[in-house]
């Protein structure tokens, strides 16, 4: 099993920044892509910006220019740096990965770290 643990939301004033992390724990696993996804109250979860094997990124249109998704890989770990947050930022924020573990495709997901940007 392959377990993700998300650290770094809080409140935090428009304009201002935050950084997420998400470090992935378990035994013999190969992660493959990592994404961010956020769920705000009433809305279905999306996805904010994603990064392959290869740091190929892609982001949503609302985040883009704003956001940066960048990973570290001999930790385990996918950072999104968020830059001039808005209120509409707001949300419970996920991380996700894939991979492979013990030659078997697996999908993680965090327990969510809540954003809340205040206007």
């Known amino acids: 099993q392959v377990q993700l643990g998300e650290s770094g939301g809080g409140t935090v004033q428009a304009g201002g920044s935050l950084r997420l992390s998400c470090a992935a724990s378990?035994?013999?696993?190969?992660?493959?892509?990592m994404a961010w996804y956020r769920q705000a109250p009433g809305k279905q979860r999306e996805l904010v910006a994603v990064?392959?094997?290869?740091?190929?990124?892609n982001y949503a249109d609302s985040v883009k220019g704003r956001f940066t998704i960048s990973r570290d890989n001999a930790k385990n770990t996918v950072y999104l740096q968020m830059n001039s947050l808005n209120p509409e930022d707001t949300a419970v924020y996920f991380c996700?990965?894939?991979?492979?573990?013990?030659?078997?495709?697996?999908?993680?997901w965090g327990q969510g770290t809540q954003v809340t940007v205040s206007s």
């Open positions: 996700k990965a894939d991979g492979f573990r013990l030659s078997r495709p697996f999908e993680s």
């Open positions: 378990g035994r013999t696993f190969r992660i493959n892509t």
């Open positions: 990064i392959t094997t290869g740091d190929n990124t």
